[in-house]
């Protein structure tokens, strides 16, 4: 298990790789009532060279809860769940709640210019304020179309991306009713026939989060690891200080912090 000494070395490194890599010539884009931008639609093909199928769920920091745009430089395709097309990749991402930036766009430019993918695609559904429980219930269609729109669509997931439990930290969630949801969760994809691993960041930072149960989602976010399930443990996301977030939430990421968790992300991605 990594320490959290260990995460802000691993993030420093990425981070100063992605402020190398994307900074050059990066769109970001500051939110005043900006209306969504232009999409270009792509074929979604996977074609000659490797490319990540990367599916983003949880809350708002997956979704579009940024408070700066971006617009992928390198081949980053952003697959609609509602239209079961593919654009380029520019925020806000089709597919997932919110108006703002999400760290999934940065991600897929580095992930590429680490040389690690020749493209990416980006299937997120995260949903804004989301507990694991609602996840679980009333959103649980969002997860059930993606798939079925990415059996259609010929793509098949090579990684899950789960940052989620900034909710469940606000409310009385236990760590054994953290870990039965997220396994919940999990088989439900498994059952769809999915089988790339599932990662699980460890997120619960927030200034209105009440300090008690934060320990309970951790530790619940460290249980519900599961090789049978193929649950991995991800980046540990607490360690972006209020310096990367915004300042009337403690919560929600600006620029600088946006880039870091895509730069935590991308130590995890093979």
Not at 108 to 131: F, K, M, T, W
Not at 149 to 177: I, N, W, Y
Not at 258 to 270: G, K, M, Y
Request: glycine fraction near 10%; include cysteine; charge should be neutral.
């Amino acid at each position: 298990m990594l320490s959290r000494f260990t995460y802000l070395v691993v993030g420093m490194a990425f981070g100063a790789m992605a402020a190398k890599l994307v900074n050059p010539g990066m769109t970001q884009i500051n939110l005043t009532e900006l209306a969504p931008p232009l999409r270009t639609e792509r074929p979604c093909g996977t074609g000659p060279g490797k490319t990540a199928v990367i599916v983003i769920h949880g809350q708002s920091n997956a979704a579009n809860y940024g408070n700066t745009r971006y617009i992928a430089r390198e081949p980053v395709d952003n697959f609609d769940p509602a239209t079961g097309k593919c654009f380029a990749a520019a925020d806000p991402l089709l597919g997932a709640d919110g108006a703002g930036g999400s760290f999934a766009t940065r991600l897929g430019d580095i992930l590429i210019q680490a040389g690690r993918y020749d493209r990416v695609i980006l299937a997120p559904v995260a949903v804004e304020g989301a507990s694991l429980s609602v996840l679980n219930n009333e959103q649980a269609g969002r997860i059930e179309n993606l798939l079925a729109k990415l059996r259609s669509a010929g793509l098949t997931p090579t990684h899950f991306l789960f940052q989620q439990g900034e909710k469940d930290a606000m409310l009385t969630t236990t760590q054994a009713q953290y870990v039965s949801l997220l396994h919940q969760l999990v088989r439900r994809i498994r059952d769809a026939g999915v089988d790339a691993p599932f990662y699980l960041s460890q997120s619960t930072k927030c200034d209105a989060v009440d300090p008690k149960n934060v320990a309970e989602v951790r530790a619940g976010q460290l249980a519900a690891v599961d090789q049978t399930l193929n649950i991995r443990l991800g980046p540990d996301t607490d360690v972006i200080a209020n310096d990367g977030r915004n300042p009337f939430d403690g919560c929600h990421m600006n620029a600088l912090g946006t880039l870091a968790n895509a730069a935590l992300w991308a130590s995890f991605i093979r």
